[in-house]
């Protein structure tokens, strides 16, 4: 099993946990366990089709004899009336799994469909959206996938999987030299193949780390697009380039026109509109 299932079926059970509890006695009170029955999810406004796989996986762990026909795929532009799903099944498992299965595809929806507007507002540039750790607790693995099904691409996953050496970092350390060193010190000690990225708050920390070099990328902390230019032509290609911070849609494209490679949005994920739709008897 992949890290990435593992934290699934995780999330799935405690969210079942969560919901269920000790049994939905609404349903267990009034529908008879025989009761066989369809319920079609229904789109109601229009988006990108997001989280269609991890429903899947949502309806086989409850109850794996539950018959799920897709129509509509991941990634898919979808409109209100489309219907990207029909589940057959026990009428007490359809309505178990409902809420949970709506809340996750309604979030990765959502987040799929905020991520393609950002990423349509770049087309003609090489730059390309990334995400952040600013995401549900819980739900990071879902969620950064809905960035990718979205046309975005995944900054590191979590704390584990590349060094960012922050301000915080920098400061705590004595200096981005020290950073640095300490970090690439680290990566030769424990074996671990890791990159490594330093933000910079200005142009002087930025001629600091060309100076030394020894990074992987460097990202320019609330740049203006006029300084952002200037650090792009600084770097010349030596180092990949990210710009963050204050960062929105209306100026994505100033950014992204002076060269950087990457700009993470931390609103792809911590301030998305859940996509509507239900999921109906049918």
């Known amino acids: 099993m992949t890290k990435e299932q593992e934290l699934i079926d995780r999330l799935i059970d405690l969210a079942f946990a969560e919901d269920i509890g000790d049994g939905d006695h609404t349903t267990l009170s009034c529908i008879p366990p025989t009761a066989m029955g369809k319920s079609?999810?229904?789109?109601?406004?229009?988006?990108?089709?997001?989280?269609?796989?991890?429903?899947?996986?949502?309806?086989?762990?409850?109850?794996?004899?539950?018959?799920?026909?897709?129509?509509?795929?991941?990634?898919?532009?979808v409109k209100p009336g489309d219907v990207p799903m029909v589940v057959e099944g026990k009428v007490q498992s359809l309505l178990q799994?409902?809420?949970?299965?709506?809340?996750?595809?309604?979030?990765m929806s959502g987040i799929a469909t905020m991520t393609h507007r950002y990423a349509e507002q770049l087309k003609g540039t090489h730059t390309r959206v990334l995400d952040t750790r600013k995401t549900t607790p819980g739900m990071r693995i879902l969620e950064k996938m809905a960035v990718k099904i979205g046309g975005g691409a995944?900054?590191?996953i979590g704390l584990f999987d590349m060094i960012l050496l922050k301000d915080?970092?920098?400061?705590?350390?004595?200096?981005?030299?020290?950073?640095?060193?300490?970090?690439?010190?680290?990566?030769?000690?424990?074996?671990?193949?890791?990159?490594?990225?330093?933000?910079v708050r200005n142009l002087d920390e930025l001629q600091q780390v060309l100076d030394l070099g020894g990074v992987d990328r460097i990202m320019?902390?609330?740049?203006?697009?006029?300084?952002?230019?200037?650090?792009?032509?600084?770097?010349?290609?030596?180092?990949?380039?990210?710009?963050?911070?204050?960062?929105?849609?209306?100026?994505?494209?100033?950014?992204?026109?002076c060269g950087v490679d990457f700009i993470s949005v931390g609103?792809?994920?911590?301030?998305?509109?859940?996509?509507?739709?239900?999921?109906k008897a049918c």
Request: overall charge negative; proline content about 2%.
């Open 97 to 107: 799994t409902e809420r949970l299965m709506l809340n996750i595809m309604q979030r």
């Open 154 to 156: 995944n900054h590191r």
């Open 267 to 279: 609103a792809l994920t911590h301030s998305v509109k859940g996509l509507d739709m239900s999921f």
């Open 168 to 199: 915080n970092h920098v400061d705590f350390a004595g200096g981005i030299d020290k950073a640095i060193t300490r970090a690439r010190e680290y990566c030769r000690e424990k074996g671990k193949d890791l990159k490594i990225e330093i933000e």
């Open 40 to 77: 079609k999810l229904l789109i109601k406004e229009p988006g990108i089709l997001a989280g269609i796989e991890v429903a899947k996986e949502v309806f086989r762990r409850f109850d794996p004899t539950m018959k799920v026909e897709v129509f509509m795929n991941d990634g898919t532009e």
């Open 220 to 257: 320019f902390d609330n740049f203006t697009p006029e300084l952002t230019r200037k650090a792009v032509e600084m770097v010349g290609g030596r180092y990949e380039t990210e710009s963050s911070g204050g960062i929105t849609f209306d100026t994505l494209r100033d950014y992204a026109e």
